[in-house]
């Protein structure tokens, strides 16, 4: 289990890097990554590998499991509003009972 929690800890660095980068499709990369590791550690569900498959396969540059885990919420990342909407849409075939979107904003790093 340590080295899968040490390479969590390694993700979340890159991910913090890649978002001060603006790099969406590290980004991406990152949180597949993530997710891959959480299922290798048990705190995944069939429903939430096939809900952040099919986030992906819409054309999400990223998805994973958020939260705690085994609860049943995932988080994709859309490159543009029309793949956001593709996404939105393949997870409610899927069979996400809701879902939403957020708009993030470039953050200003020497401020």
Known sequence: IGPLIDELGALAQTAVTALGDGDAPALG???????????????????????????????????????????????????????????????LRAGSPATWTYRMRISEVGE
């Open 29 to 91: 990369a990152v949180m597949d990554r993530a997710h891959t590791v959480l299922a290798e550690l048990d705190l995944s569900l069939p429903v939430l590998d096939e809900l952040t498959a099919s986030a992906r396969r819409a054309g999400a540059l990223g998805a994973k499991l958020t939260g705690g885990g085994l609860g049943g919420c995932v988080i994709a990342l859309a490159g543009s509003a029309q793949a956001a909407d593709a996404v939105r849409s393949a997870l």
